[in-house]
């Protein structure tokens, strides 16, 4: 997120630099404004799916 939002504003550098997970949650820190946070989900909603199936564990990965 921090890279692609770099191209709307420089400030992308203060924020934006945690996403973790706290038992089977994904725990993702967005900005706070509610247009970089449209902005953030478009970047990584592509790859929601997959990483929650990774989470819950219903994928074939060893």
Do not use: Q, W
Not at 29 to 45: R, Y
């Amino acid at each position: 997120m921090r890279i692609e939002t770099l191209k709307y504003t420089d400030l992308a550098m203060l924020s934006r630099g945690m996403s973790g997970l706290r038992k089977k949650c994904l725990i993702i820190n967005l900005p706070g404004s509610p247009k970089a946070v449209k902005e953030c989900m478009e970047i990584i909603e592509p790859i929601l799916v997959h990483a929650l199936t990774i989470i819950s564990g219903k994928t074939n990965h060893k």
